[in-house]
């Protein structure tokens, strides 16, 4: 079976290749072979590798960049998903594709639905949404994965920008009025290819849109403050001390973040858990799992992490002057 993967050195990409290749031959394009912005190209070889699946983690990521060159945003995030569910429903083959949390305005209570209706606040959610519904629409057999706050061994992301940050710096403010659930590639990747098999093998169409995120919740700032607190529980060295890491409110970030961001992004996770079967573990069984590989990375010895049912802070971390969400 041919599985064609794209966007495969992006995080999730990276991550995917791996969990894949057990399902079988996967034909991995970055974006040097596979340019989004070029449509034409882009159908050739699709056509080419003739899959059976298509597996697309490549998309225009930097959120405050989208608001400067939305078309070319549009052309990545839109316009290359819809091409790929029309290749898709041609060649009879699965769509894979990841959507995001940044398709709601934040502003309702509890985590979202799939059921929800998306209202977004900035360029690159509008064109996700654009993506996801030009492949809902298309007649192709799907599974999208609606997922928030991703994270990975070796990419740069929020994770490492704050241990990098704590390395150098004894005290920083973080963002703490928007809450979601940090995800690792690894829960994506696991879970997207035990998924993919009941879809290839189930007599019913399991196409759809799921929520897909680890489990619990937090905001920035508490993420902040745990991967601080486990870094000085194992013996790295940080300038920061967890006291003097502040929460601070989105709208007070120097210089203004350019694109606004949804206060609420946690996501509800029960259809998908209903459907396959499949339980996400805790958000923080991950961030350790990062954390043990950058220890070793740097010869810090970290016994490996807990497994996921031996991790307390299941519900939620309440970081300094913690405030439930009031709308
Ligand atoms: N990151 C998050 O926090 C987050 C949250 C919610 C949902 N998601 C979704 O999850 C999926 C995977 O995200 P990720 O975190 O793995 O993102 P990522 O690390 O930024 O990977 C995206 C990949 O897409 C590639 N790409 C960018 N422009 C392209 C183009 N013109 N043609 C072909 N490839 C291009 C990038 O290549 P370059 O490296 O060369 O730029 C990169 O390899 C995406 O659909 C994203 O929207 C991500």
Redesign the pocket.
């Known amino acids: 079976m041919n599985i064609l993967l794209l966007?495969a050195?992006?995080?999730?990409?990276w991550e995917l290749g791996a969990s894949l290749s057990t399902l079988g031959s996967v034909i991995h394009y970055?974006?040097g072979e596979?340019?989004?912005?070029n449509l034409e190209k882009l159908e050739e070889l699709v056509r080419l590798a003739k899959p059976r699946v298509i597996i697309n983690?490549?998309?225009?990521?930097k959120v405050d960049q989208a608001e400067t060159e939305p078309l070319v945003a549009h052309l990545?995030n839109a316009k290359a998903p819809a091409l790929l569910a029309k290749l898709a429903r041609e060649l009879s083959a699965w769509l894979i594709h990841?959507?995001?949390?940044y398709v709601f305005d934040g502003l309702k209570n509890d985590p979202y639905t799939e059921e929800d209706i998306p209202t977004p606040l900035n360029v690159y959610g509008h064109n996700?949404l654009d993506g996801d519904k030009a492949i809902l629409v298309s007649g192709c057999r799907h599974l999208i994965f609606r997922?928030?706050?991703?994270f990975s061994f070796q990419?740069c992301n929020f994770a490492k920008n704050i241990l990098e940050l704590a390395k150098k710096e004894t005290s920083f403010s973080v963002v703490a009025d928007q809450y979601g659930s940090p995800t690792g590639v690894e829960l994506l990747s696991s879970a997207t290819a035990l998924a993919l098999h009941q879809a290839l093998h189930s007599e019913k169409d399991l196409s759809g849109l799921y929520n897909l995120v680890a489990a619990g919740e937090t905001n920035w700032h508490g993420y902040a403050l745990y991967l601080i607190r486990r870094a000085l529980e194992i013996g790295w060295v940080l300038a920061a001390s967890p006291e003097r890491i502040y929460p601070q409110e989105s709208s007070k970030i120097q210089p203004p973040q350019i694109a606004q961001r949804p206060a609420n992004s946690r996501l509800n996770t029960a259809k998908f858990t209903s459907v396959f079967g499949l339980t996400p573990p805790p958000w923080q069984y991950y961030v350790d799992r990062v954390l043990w590989s950058w220890s070793r990375f740097r010869n810090i010895e970290m016994s490996p992490p807990a497994p996921p049912n031996k991790i307390i802070d299941l519900k939620f971390i309440p970081p300094l002057n913690y405030q439930p969400i009031h709308r």
């Open positions: 966007g050195q992006g995080q999730l990409g970055g974006r596979a340019d989004f912005t983690a490549a998309a225009h990521t990545i990841y959507s995001t949390d996700k997922t928030s706050w991703v990419s």
